[in-house]
């Protein structure tokens, strides 16, 4: 297959996906476009190395979050997370299906928004990944660590937001 | 956010002129060295059946390894250069950076050595009649600017980029 049929076929099957990712990082339509067209960018010129050893969703949310953790463009010191609160796989972060709620009223999911912008780059970018619905196994390949390395790292996210959320009134387990 | 049907095109379009861009100077580079250089090479021959003359001989064949690893390094250097691979995994593409970024590499010492022989060749190169001393003055002092114009590129553009890279490896690999 020629590598212009590989990248439509590529991009049709995962247009919602990227689209979905660059939400995350950018509340600015335009913003979100530059990066859409950039991530489309990476992926042509990442092409010609995929060799079908990872599932094709995973490959493009490496290209995805490599992009958005890319050092060249404008976004990486601003990097910040936007999350809807229609977000299908919120309670996965907050854990508790009362707190997601709760936290669905404006003023107090405004607050859930700046603390996990609080968050380091990284833990943003494993956020994203989590909201996805993404499996631990999955991210863990898409950053390129252990398993168990991710569990502990959402570990400590989630208790970090809690903690935060509930005024400090969360305890450490 | 949609880019819609002619824009995916347009990209597209542009997309395979870089590719096309790319395996331009690519051709260049084996014209180089599949043709110039053996050329010369038969012309330094050539040069030698006539003049019987040594000195000429070593320096021209110093300026052929010269323009031969001066080709093969900027080859390879544009082979790594040209794309960066993004579908790796992210800390193994941060790696990827932070070594890019880095102001020294082992391998430069190629473009030191091919330096040398050029600066070989010109002082052997008796048809040229340079003075060993001028030569040296010259190659130093062009080799002593283009570092320091180097690392303030450097430091400007491409430091920045390191810092951020191994500052989020750091943060990557805490336990």
Known sequence: MKKEDRFNQILSENRERIQRICRYYSSNSEDQKDMYQEVLVNIWKSLDNFRGDSAISTWVYRVAVNTSLSFTGKAFKQMKLIVNTDTQNLSSILDDESLEAKYKEEARFNQFQNELNQLSVIDKALISLMLEGLKMKEIADIIGISESNVKVKIHRIKIYLKTKLTGGKHEFK | ?175
């Open chain 2, 1 to 175: 956010m949609n880019l819609n049907r002619n824009n995916i095109e347009q990209l597209v379009g542009k997309l395979k002129t870089e590719d096309a861009r790319y395996a331009r100077i690519s051709r260049s580079f084996q014209i180089i060295y599949w043709i110039l250089i053996p050329v010369y090479l038969l012309l330094t021959i050539e040069s030698l059946t006539e003049t019987k003359d040594i000195n000429q001989l070593i320096g021209d064949v110093c300026f052929i390894i010269s323009s031969l690893i001066f080709a093969l390094f900027f080859d390879k250097y544009y082979k790594e250069y040209k794309y960066v691979d993004y579908a790796l995994p992210t800390i193994q593409m941060l790696k990827n950076a932070a070594n890019r970024y880095k102001p020294f590499h082992i391998k430069n010492i190629w473009v030191l050595i091919a330096v040398l022989f050029m600066d070989a060749g010109l002082c052997l190169n008796s048809s040229l009649n340079f003075s060993v001393v001028k030569v040296q003055i010259y190659f130093i002092g062009a080799l002593i600017l283009a570092c320091i114009i180097g690392l303030i590129v450097w430091r400007i553009k491409y430091k920045g980029i390191r810092d951020n890279a191994l500052s989020v490896i750091a943060e990557i690999e805490r336990e």
